[in-house]
């Protein structure tokens, strides 16, 4: 990650430079490196209980989420134009909402508000608040009932159904 920020500020300042070039080969690299990355999903083994076997597919699971917003963003930030850019706002929000309100973490979360925010703000959209009040209740239910066994598909249809819209709304996550 270090490396992507540091070749995405070279790669701005050498937008703003007239007569700068930015080679775009070690971008290359490093989406060759997390494309070829294995990840073979955990199966059952009986070398494993059940518990075992839950925390490596978490595992396997986040770091995938992680491994492909990474690849968003290397194509949002060195091979995005204005004419794709709506598809790649809602494809980076689609990404990274599936795996937002499984946060835990204080830390995690605030990270999660900060991305928000900063995306509302670059691209105008409502979408990234509202997937963000949408964690909100996640968070705040899971910390009020002590339960890390939120389903947040039913925090969308009781969101939604309770609406008192004369259409029933619709949550975008990407």
Not at 71 to 99: D, K, M, P
């Amino acid at each position: 990650m270090a490396k992507i920020a540091s070749l995405a500020q070279q790669h701005k300042l050498a937008l703003e430079k007239e007569n700068l070039y930015f080679d775009i080969n070690a971008v290359n690299e490093v989406e060759r490196t997390l494309r070829g990355i294995p990840s073979p999903y955990p199966t059952f083994s009986t070398d494993f209980d059940e518990e075992a076997l839950d925390l490596l597919r978490d595992r396997y699971h986040c770091t995938e989420a992680w491994r492909n917003a990474l690849l968003i963003y290397i194509e949002r930030v060195f091979r995005w134009t204005r004419a794709n850019q709506h598809l790649q706002t809602r494809n980076t929000l689609l990404a990274v909402s599936w795996s937002m309100p499984e946060i835990r973490r204080e830390e995690d979360r605030e990270f999660v508000r900060d991305y928000c925010s900063w995306w509302t703000s670059l691209c105008g959209s409502k979408m990234f608040i509202d997937a963000s009040d949408f964690c909100e209740e996640i968070w705040e239910r899971a910390d009020k009932e002590g339960s890390q066994e939120i389903w947040w598909g039913g925090i969308i249809d009781m969101r939604c159904s309770e609406s008192k819209l004369p259409v029933r709304p619709q949550i975008l996550l990407g």
